[in-house]
């Protein structure tokens, strides 16, 4: 099975700040992973896909990259609504598996 | 607009098994490329994947507990239906249900994805 770990933790910012936040893959994944972001009490939404490729209706400032076993999600300049948790998410081969996430908090 | 709904008791006893459903509409699961997974999240813990069943009634489940899970789907309800057995405390999460849709990213990884969730439903194992 594939692992997937998310890198920091946790991740204290600002208003304004550029953040990136690492999935590396236990084995390379080509681009079959995709990035989401959850408030509390409420479900997963899909933000990225594909590793790059930003779904419908998500801000621009937001962007994913990377291919084989390291992935970065960036978030240009930090919005309110963006402190939340971020998880990354393969889908190379079964078992899809998660990152254990990162929470972004406000500093 | 598409939504997906769960639905199914709140508590359960340990041993006792669980049934969850999965109330899908706005798309259909008879339309080729269309598959609902079931995704669980402990308490303040990280996402899991469960299991996964496509329009042409292609399954998959999780390694680690394809001996305690079953999943099928109505298609005439527009349903999917996840049967876990043998409920233990440490199955205590919200579970949701999700659409897989195939989205075809810009260069490769173009797979199915979960783009639509429900809002989840928390489930507690206790006696």
């Known amino acids: 099975d594939i692992q997937l770990t998310q890198s920091p933790s946790f991740l204290s910012a600002s208003v304004g700040d550029r953040v990136t936040i690492t999935c590396r893959a236990s084995q390379g994944i080509s681009s079959y992973l995709a990035w989401y972001q959850q408030k509390p009490g409420k479900a997963p939404k899909l933000l990225i896909y594909?590793?790059?490729t930003l779904q419908s209706g998500v801000p621009s400032r937001f962007s994913g990259s990377g291919s084989g076993t390291e992935f970065t999600l960036t978030i240009s300049s930090l919005q309110p609504e963006d402190f939340a948790t971020y998880s990354c998410q393969h889908l190379h081969s079964y078992p899809y598996s998660f990152g254990q996430g990162t929470k972004l908090e406000i500093k | 607009q598409i939504t997906l709904k769960e639905s199914g008791p709140t508590l359960v006893k340990p041993t006792q098994s669980l049934t969850l459903t999965c109330t899908f509409s706005?798309?259909?699961?008879?339309?080729?490329?269309?598959?609902v997974g079931w995704i669980r999240q402990p308490p303040g813990k990280a996402l899991e994947w469960l299991a996964l069943i496509y329009w042409d009634d292609e399954k998959r489940h999780s390694p680690s507990l394809k001996s305690r899970l079953t999943i099928s789907k109505d298609t005439s309800k527009n349903q999917v239906v996840l049967t876990m057995t043998n409920m233990d405390p440490v199955d205590t999460a919200t579970y949701y249900c999700?659409?897989?849709?195939?989205?075809?990213?810009?260069?490769?990884?173009?797979?199915?994805?979960?783009?639509?969730w429900g809002q989840g439903t928390l489930v507690t194992v206790s006696s």
């Open positions: 706005g798309s259909s699961l008879n339309a080729s490329g269309v598959g």
């Open positions: 594909a590793a790059s």
């Open positions: 999700a659409r897989s849709f195939f989205l075809a990213g810009t260069g490769t990884g173009s797979t199915y994805y979960f783009d639509y």
